[in-house]
């Protein structure tokens, strides 16, 4: 077993930092959390976003082309969150290069978390293949990410 901690969404840890107020508990990921195996973030809240928060996804691409400023993230009001969310990523794989980390579990589908799926940007629930925000930065600084287990449920992330 690696030694290191592995990042992990706050939403799983059971913290109440979703965009609806609300967590989405993990129990495997509690307890790493409890026993000092996991280090939660929440980059959407580290980038000063309040929770709750309007739903928001990503237009335009995929949350390696919200770094690159070719895709936005566009919240349900049609505001554009992406510096943010930009800067919470940042201020999330920063701490991950200061713990030494080399592994992540982060949250199905969200514009920050998401792992090979994304919602598409029309907030209508579809999906379309991608990373989130924080997953893409995750990924370029060498980072291993991979989504929760058993995140099949549709519901918005």
Known sequence: M???????SSCLAGMPCRYDGNARPDPTIVEA???????????????????????????GGDGGDVLDGTAAVIDIHG???SAPFVRGAEIVADI????GITEAVLQ????????GTVYDGSH??????GDGVLTALLKRRGIR???VRGA???ERS
């Open 108 to 115: 199905a589908r969200s514009p920050s978390c998401g792992c």
């Open 96 to 99: 991950a290069a200061k713990r």
């Open 33 to 59: 959390v409890r026993a000092g195996r996991a280090i939660p973030a929440c980059a959407e809240q580290l980038g000063d976003l309040p929770t709750p928060r309007p739903p928001a996804e990503i237009v």
């Open 145 to 147: 990410v991979t989504p």
């Open 152 to 154: 099949r449920d549709p």
């Open 2 to 8: 690696n030694a290191r901690p592995v990042l992990v």
């Open 124 to 129: 209508s629930g579809e999906l379309v293949s």
């Open 79 to 81: 505001k554009d969150v």
